[in-house]
């Protein structure tokens, strides 16, 4: 079965300081992978995606993220955080067929001043 | 601008009533969904549809119903049987192989 795990719930980085958000997934073939940014009170804004070949994908906000098939994971990172970026982070996987998308339980990232 | 609109914003239930969220698209995608997202909980499919006049049950259909006449809308009803309704409601929608669009959400309260 399809699964999606976001290991950290809370992180908290200082503006300007990298940032990288874990994620890992459980599936048989290759996924297609996601993730979405959700502000409070708002619905989920696609970041960036992964379908095929360069395992390093950029995406809006300044954010890339990097497949790593051996170690199935989908880590999103940024150089430098700014403090707009505080809000939730959702890694998501869907199966070849696009039918149903697995979400993980999300991120949640603070940033100092 | 094409995009997902959920209304209302808010909502808020008596005990023992049924109620209705509205998801309307324009982005003439043929597939939508519907989540249920609570604290730490991430996102829970409650039902969704591939083309018009057909859906399926997500992983938490219990006390929910939809419906799906028309392409550009997909509503979902909350009834009474769903003994625990308070939470953030998404609707989403995507067209082939591409990811998924959401709406702002309506949040829903028991009075």
């Known amino acids: 079965a399809q699964s999606v795990t976001q290991p950290d719930i809370h992180i908290t980085v200082s503006e300007g300081a990298s940032l990288e958000l874990r994620c890992n997934y459980s599936y048989g073939a290759t996924p297609y992978l996601f993730w979405y940014v959700q502000s409070p009170g708002q619905g989920l804004q696609l970041l960036l995606k992964?379908?095929?070949?360069?395992?390093l994908v950029q995406g809006i906000k300044g954010f890339e993220a990097e497949f790593k098939r051996s170690q199935s994971s989908f880590n999103l990172r940024k150089p430098s955080v700014h403090w707009s970026d505080a809000a939730e982070y959702f890694c998501?996987?869907?199966?070849?067929?696009?039918?149903?998308?697995?979400f993980g339980s999300g991120t949640k990232l603070n940033v100092k001043p | 601008d094409g995009g997902i609109t959920q209304s209302p914003k808010y909502l808020f239930r008596k005990e023992g009533q049924n109620v209705t969220l509205s998801c309307e698209q324009n982005l003439n995608h043929d597939a939508m969904y519907w989540y249920r997202q609570d604290p730490g909980q991430g996102l829970r499919l409650i039902y969704y549809?591939?083309?018009?006049?057909?859906?399926q049950k997500g992983d938490i259909a219990e006390g929910y119903s939809v419906s799906r006449e028309k392409k550009e809308s997909f509503p979902l009803t909350v009834t009474s049987a769903q003994k625990n309704p308070t939470a953030f409601y998404l609707c989403?929608?995507?067209?082939?192989?591409?990811?998924?669009?959401f709406g702002d959400g309506t949040r829903l309260s028991i009075l």
């Open positions: 989403a929608s995507r067209t082939d192989n591409q990811p998924q669009h």
């Open positions: 998501a996987v869907a199966p070849m067929d696009f039918n149903k998308f697995y």
């Open positions: 549809s591939q083309i018009v006049n057909d859906f």
């Open positions: 992964y379908f095929s070949g360069d395992t």
